[in-house]
């Protein structure tokens, strides 16, 4: 698997292409769900962790909107929608300074957690495709 981090620059906003609903199918719901809680598991270690909730309730309703996020995209029901309405993510992303560095930890991160998944390689490097440029829409701030 290739799990290169493109380069960004500031600005940047590439068309994004959703992964498979093969992904979801594989992993299911629950699987979708496991790996987003691990991802954030690692996040709260990171050097990026004042960027997320430090109370364990808070941080379980964040793992909770991004696994329904994820689920809706690769297919699956609008979770996201029904519980927070469209996405909006840059914009719901705002009150946070996310630089370059930020979305560097953040994807290594979840190399660590795809690396993990009994998928196979093509749906992991889709997924992982989606995320390396999704990723890039939520920079919102060039300082370092």
């Not at 068309?15 to 790996?35: A, D, H, Y």
């Not at 705002?94 to 560095?101: G, K, M, S, W, Y």
């Not at 993990?116 to 829409?137: G, R, T």
């Amino acid at each position: 698997m290739n799990f290169t981090i493109n380069q960004y620059e500031f600005g940047q906003r590439p068309p994004v292409t959703l992964p498979s609903p093969q992904f979801l199918e594989l992993l299911s719901e629950t699987g979708i769900r496991k790996m987003v809680s691990d991802h954030y598991d690692l996040l709260s270690q990171s050097e990026i962790k004042h960027l997320f909730p430090l109370i364990e309730e808070a941080l379980d309703k964040a793992k909770q909107r991004s696994s329904d996020f994820f689920i809706q995209i690769c297919g699956g029901r609008p979770y996201f929608n029904e519980n927070r309405g469209k996405p909006l993510l840059a914009k719901r992303h705002a009150p946070f300074a996310i630089n370059q560095q930020a979305r560097v930890i953040w994807l290594q991160c979840y190399q660590q957690v795809l690396f993990k998944l009994d998928v196979p390689e093509d749906e992991i490097q889709a997924f992982w495709d989606y995320l390396n440029v999704f990723s890039m829409w939520m920079v919102n701030t060039s300082e370092e």
